[in-house]
């Protein structure tokens, strides 16, 4: 079975962010595979595990991207591709899409695994396109996924409970928190990463064009205001005073 991963490259959950300029200032930060996207490619290794076949990571961005894929495949991944553009940042979902359907337009893959979102822009955009463009079935939030010769039975978190979906190949699963444990990569096979092809495209050998999105200013989120502590004789005076601070000053009732 021939598995595609969808991989984004995100700043680690501990990170610090600072702004610079309008900017996210990125000296400092240190990169990591989207969590989410890291249980897709644990579930896709369990999947050939069982069934045998390939296992291809794909990514978009810069340079440093590729260390997120060699990554992958300390985890146990089998090809690696990266789709080359520095000014990743600028592009929108569809360009995304449209990129990593391009890069891999001479290849046939029955399961298209990536994580429900990326937890950086919490953009869980990409892969519905992706399955639009392709004319495939798409499943999200799975928490458990079933293979068989002819397809997947796919559990997934509902509003209140559980979905079940059944789907033929090929088809794109969005993987949910709780699906599974990701491994951590074995030293042996960090080392046995550093000298494995990465195959690299960029957007212009893809024959894209596109138009940029523009960032005019970021900046942090305003600091929030100290708490206040209403005071009274009773209960009731104490609801009665804040009632009225809701009311006259805050002005939300």
């Known amino acids: 079975m021939n598995i595609l991963v969808l991989l984004k490259q995100v700043p680690d959950t501990e990170t610090h962010i600072k702004i610079s300029g309008g900017k996210i200032d990125e000296s400092s930060v240190k990169w990591i595979i989207s969590p989410y996207d890291e249980i897709a490619l644990e579930e896709a290794i369990r999947v050939r595990e069982k069934n045998g076949g390939k296992v291809t990571v794909i990514s978009v961005g810069p340079e440093r991207v590729s260390a997120s894929l060699r990554t992958a495949y300390a985890m146990g991944a089998d090809e690696a591709i990266h789709i080359k553009a520095d000014d990743y940042q600028m592009l929108d979902s569809f360009t995304t899409a449209e990129a990593l359907i391009q890069a891999t337009s001479d ?35 799975a928490k458990k996924l079933e293979t068989s010769e002819t397809g997947v039975r796919v559990t997934c978190e509902g509003d209140g409970g559980e979905a079940v979906y059944q789907s033929g190949y090929p088809v794109v699963i969005t993987t949910q928190m709780g699906m599974n444990e990701p491994r951590y990569p074995s030293l042996k096979g960090i080392m ?20 940029k999105l523009e960032i005019i200013s970021m ?16 209960p009731a005076d104490k609801a009665q005073k804040l009632i009225k601070a809701l009311h006259e000053e805050i002005k939300v009732i």
């Not at 937890?119 to 992706?130: A, H, M």
């Not at 900046?219 to 005071?231: K, Q």
């Open 219 to 234: 900046e942090m989120p305003p600091a929030r205001p100290s708490g206040r502590i209403i005071d009274g004789e009773s």
């Open 107 to 141: 290849q046939s893959f029955e399961l298209i695994l990536c994580g429900r979102q990326g937890i950086d822009s919490d953009n869980g955009q990409v892969p519905l396109i992706f399955a639009t463009k392709k004319n495939i079935p798409a499943i999200i939030w």
């Open 192 to 211: 046995a990463s550093k000298k494995k092809p990465i195959t690299t495209k960029s957007l212009s050998e893809l024959g894209l064009n596109y138009d």
